[in-house]
């Protein structure tokens, strides 16, 4: 196997959202915002998911109220082939040798499809996990938040490994102002980067060279890297409804768009943003 490392983003569903919602400069329009998902493949812990994006699982967990207000407040689309378990054995991976799926956060529409992995291990920063956890038994509060604790495998816990103790290691300088990375296999190949703001925890992905590039997924750190690079924030409803922690969100926002418009040369990688997602491809 190569030794390199290697990323491709593929979207798993998506809804639709007023433009101006992601970019306060934006139209009021309908557009689509994609789930995108990451499919890496590491030359020693072979195939490994960032977030799965919407699953058929979404639907079930939805069915009832209050939680059916989720799929009513966010339209959901997920074309009969696009659940992430069917695109990959379209190209010729089995669901079960994805041996990781690392979590940025537990909204909806990133877990949706955990249940499609029965041979992963997950990886999330701990305060996330406990916080999904907290909401069990709480309906209204957890759906509210864009939270379905139904769309964990039984046994998550049990598969789980927080982020948090692994190994800090420097970023490059041109990362600034992030700092560090958590060393999530111990060799310097996938650094969890804390995004916080969006959720209680959200975990970030920093690739420093997939296949010859580097790559920053950055989940809903922002939703539109045009807006984030021209430093125009989210629509204050949007920020309102979505932000755990609005301060926190702002400056992980602000330190984004440094990055984006300083390092033309790293892919930032939003998990809704087609724009970022198109460049990547056409790219690659
Ligand atoms: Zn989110």
């Known amino acids: 196997m190569s030794r390199t490392v290697t990323l491709q983003v593929l979207r798993a569903g998506w809804c639709r959202h007023l433009e101006c919602m992601a970019d306060r400069g934006g139209r009021w329009a309908s557009t689509p915002f994609p789930a995108l998902c990451g499919l890496i493949r590491h030359p020693d812990a072979g195939w490994i998911l960032y977030d799965t994006g919407y699953s058929e699982h979404l639907f079930h967990a939805t069915q009832a109220f209050p939680e059916r207000l989720y799929r009513t407040a966010v339209p959901v689309q997920l074309p009969a082939q696009e659940p992430m378990h069917r695109q990959i054995k379209a190209l010729g991976i089995s669901p079960g040798d994805i041996r990781t799926v690392i979590i940025s956060h537990f909204h909806g529409d990133h877990i949706a499809g955990l249940k499609d992995f029965p ?166």
């Open 119 to 284: 041979e992963a291990d997950f990886i999330a920063l701990g305060a996330d996990h406990q916080h999904i956890e907290r909401l069990r038994g709480h309906r209204w509060r957890a759906t509210l938040g864009g939270h379905l604790p139904a769309l964990l495998p039984a046994d998550f816990s049990a598969r789980l490994r927080v982020a948090d103790p692994c190994k800090h290691i420097p970023l490059p300088a041109w990362m600034a102002p992030f700092e560090y990375g958590l060393d999530l296999l111990g060799d310097g190949s996938l650094l969890g980067v804390p995004l916080p703001g969006h959720s209680e925890g959200q975990l970030g992905l920093f690739i420093p060279d997939a296949q010859g590039r580097p790559a920053f997924l950055v989940a809903d750190a922002c939703w539109s890297a045009p807006a984030c690079r021209a430093g125009r924030l989210p629509a204050s409803l949007a920020m309102w409804f979505s932000t755990h922690h609005a301060g926190q969100y702002r400056q992980t926002y602000q330190h984004v768009g440094a990055v984006l418009r300083r390092e033309p040369a790293v892919a930032v990688l939003p998990s809704h943003c087609t724009h970022a997602w198109e460049a990547f491809v056409d790219e690659q």
